[in-house]
Nanobody
Framework: QVQLVESGGGLVQAGGSLRLSCAFS????????MGWFRQAPGKEREFVVA????????DYTDSVKGRFAISRDNAKNTVYLQMNSLKPEDTAVYYC???????????????????WGQGTQVTVSS
């Protein structure tokens, strides 16, 4: 019922920028906490950032603070991830996720999310 589709991934040089988009359909986008996760080959899925339903609260993992910025446009049912000053360590498949549970559990916990996109590859060359 819920569908998330990521776009905007690609290959960039270190220090460059990308903006990822996640298009949402089904249920009510504005009621969902939205998150971005990433996974590199051979590594566990890692929390990157999340944004609350109203956009007033954001939570970033330490490694991207000051470089990445999440935003959402509820009228367009879309969440964005602006990535600046990219590093080779940022290389991964990036996944958009949504949760509707209203859980007070940490937004960094993948098991609390109800829907996931297919992922978009981000590759940062050195």
């Amino acid at each position: 019922q819920v569908q998330l589709v990521e776009s905007g991934g690609g290959l960039v040089q270190a220090g460059g920028s990308l903006r990822l988009s996640c298009a949402f359909s089904g249920r009510t986008f504005s009621s969902a906490t939205m998150g971005w996760f990433r996974q590199a080959p051979g590594k566990e899925r890692e929390f990157v950032v999340a944004i609350s339903w109203g956009g007033s609260r954001t939570d970033y993992t330490d490694s991207v603070k000051g470089r990445f910025a999440i935003s959402r446009d509820n009228a367009k049912n879309t969440v964005y991830l602006q990535m600046n000053s990219l590093k080779p360590e940022d290389t991964a498949v990036y996944y958009c996720a949504a949760r509707f549970s209203g859980s007070v559990a940490s937004v960094s916990s993948p098991i609390t999310y109800n829907a996931w996109g297919q992922g978009t590859q981000v590759t940062v060359s050195s």
